[in-house]
C-alpha cells in the first residue's frame, strides 16, 4: 500500500492554476507531458528547466513522435514557453488558448471527421491511417510513427484480431494474369491476400522488380521501331522502296516486330517466376537462371500448365523435407522439369499420390523397393543418398 508523504516531497502550485487547468479541454496525451512539465519545474522550484524529449518520454511512456507533436500542440495553446530545450510552464492563464470550449453535436462531429481524415500516403506508395482513429484492439499494429497501413488494418479486420508483426499482407495486382505488378493503393479486400511469412511475398517483389524492368526495355524498343518508321517515311524515295518492298518481299510488319517483342517478354516473366518459386522453396539454391533452365521450362510448358508445374514443385519440396517420407533426394530446377527423369511433373503433381508412393513403412527399413512411377533409382546407388545444396 503506498503511502506518500508530503515531507518526502510535493510539487507548490498556485490554487488559481489548478482551477482554470480545471477548465481547459485537453487530450490524455496533453496532459501527461503538461503534469511531466510541471513536476520538472515546479517540483523543483524552477520556472524553467532543460527538458529533452527522451526525459518526457521514460516519463510518462509515450512515444518519441507523440511527445514532439504534443509539445508542440501545448506551446500553440500558451501553456509552455519553449526556447530549445528550455521549458516552462506559463501561468498567466489569460493568455492561454481554448478556454472553456463547449463540446456541441457540431464540434463532436468535426473533431470526428478529423481524426477519420488522418491518412497519408507514404513515400513508398503504401497508405497509413493514424491509430487513434481505428479501434483499440488494432492499435497494438501501429509504427513507431503512430501510423497503421491502412491494407493491415483491413486484412485484421477480416481476420477480427491483430496481425502478428511477421504476418505479411500482399496485393495480388490485375495487371497481369500472374497477378505479378502490385498496386499498394487498391486495398480492396478481394485484392488483399494473407501470407504467412515475408520469404513467401519475396518472390512476388522479385517478379515485380523484373517486369518493370522488361516493361521500360519493351518501351525503348518501341521508340526504336516507331523512330525508323518515321525516318522511312521522312524521306521520299525511301517511302517508295519500303512499300516496293512490302508488296515483294516477305519483311515482317512494324506490328508483328513489336507483337513478337511483347511474346518475348512474357516468356522471359514466365522463366523468372518459375525460377524465384523454385528458389525459394530451398530445395537446390540457383544464383542465376540459365539457357538450359529455360530450355526445360519450354519443354515442359508443352505438356503441362505454369499452375502445374507450379504445383508439381510444390509437392517435391514438400515430400524432400519431409520427414514421415523417404524420399530426399534434391534435384536442381533443370534436372526436376527435365524429360530423361521419368517425368518428374506428373510423378509429383498429385500429392496425396506422392504421399502414398514414398511414405516411410514401419518395420521394413527407411526405402522401399522400386515404388510405383519411380524409376530414378540407379543401380547400386540409393535415393536418400546425401545431396547438399551447391550453388550454380
Not at 513467401?200 to 525503348?220: C, N, V
Request: aromatic share 8%; hydrophobic share 35%.
Amino acid at each position: 500500500m503506498a503511502r506518500p508523504q508530503l515531507e518526502d516531497g510535493h510539487t507548490r502550485i498556485a490554487n488559481e492554476i489548478l482551477e482554470h487547468l480545471i477548465k481547459m479541454h485537453l487530450s490524455s496525451n496533453q496532459w501527461q507531458v503538461l503534469l511531466c512539465i510541471i513536476r520538472k519545474t515546479y517540483g523543483f522550484h524552477k520556472k524553467v528547466d532543460y527538458i529533452a524529449n527522451f526525459q518526457i518520454v521514460e516519463a510518462t511512456g509515450l512515444c518519441k513522435a507523440v511527445v514532439s507533436r504534443t509539445l508542440h500542440c501545448l506551446s500553440d495553446m500558451k501553456l509552455i514557453d519553449r526556447k530549445g530545450k528550455f521549458i516552462g510552464f506559463q501561468k498567466d492563464w489569460e493568455s492561454w488558448q481554448m478556454l472553456a470550449v463547449s463540446l456541441t453535436s457540431e464540434t463532436i462531429e468535426t473533431h470526428i471527421s478529423k481524426r477519420q481524415e488522418r491518412r497519408i500516403v507514404r513515400s513508398d506508395g503504401y497508405i497509413g491511417i493514424w491509430r487513434g482513429s481505428v479501434e483499440p484492439e488494432f492499435q497494438s499494429m501501429a509504427t513507431k510513427q503512430g501510423y497503421i497501413l491502412e491494407h493491415r488494418l483491413i486484412m485484421a479486420r477480416l481476420l477480427g484480431r491483430p496481425l502478428d508483426a511477421w504476418e505479411v499482407v500482399h496485393h495480388k495486382g490485375t495487371k497481369y494474369p500472374l497477378g505479378s505488378l502490385e498496386d499498394k493503393g487498391d486495398n480492396r479486400e478481394e485484392n488483399l491476400e494473407l501470407l504467412p511469412l515475408q520469404a513467401a511475398h519475396m518472390p512476388s517483389i522479385l517478379a515485380q522488380q523484373r517486369i518493370k524492368k522488361l516493361e521500360s526495355e519493351l518501351a525503348e524498343l518501341r521508340t526504336i521501331v516507331d523512330g525508323d518508321e518515321s525516318k522511312q517515311n521522312s524521306h521520299p524515295k525511301l517511302a517508295i522502296q519500303s512499300t516496293e518492298l512490302a508488296e515483294s518481299s516477305t519483311k515482317v510488319s512494324s506490328p508483328a516486330v513489336a507483337q513478337k517483342i511483347k511474346d518475348t517478354i512474357q516468356k522471359k516473366g514466365i522463366y523468372i517466376i518459375l525460377f524465384d518459386l523454385w528458389n525459394s522453396l530451398n530445395i537446390y539454391i540457383h544464383k542465376k537462371l540459365t539457357s538450359d533452365m529455360s530450355k526445360v521450362i519450354d519443354s515442359a510448358r508443352s505438356d503441362y500448365s505454369i499452375k502445374e508445374i507450379e504445383q508439381a514443385m510444390r509437392n517435391y519440396a514438400e515430400i524432400v523435407k519431409g520427414a514421415e517420407y523417404y524420399f530426399n533426394h534434391r534435384w536442381t530446377m533443370a534436372e526436376f522439369l527435365s524429360r530423361r527423369n521419368s517425368n518428374n511433373i506428373e510423378r509429383f503433381l498429385d500429392l496425396e499420390t506422392a504421399k502414398s508412393n514414398f511414405k516411410k513403412e514401419a518395420g521394413r527399413g527407411t526405402h522401399r523397393r522400386n515404388p510405383k512411377g519411380l524409376e530414378g533409382a540407379k543401380q547400386g546407388g540409393s535415393l536418400g543418398d546425401s545431396i547438399g545444396k551447391p550453388l550454380d
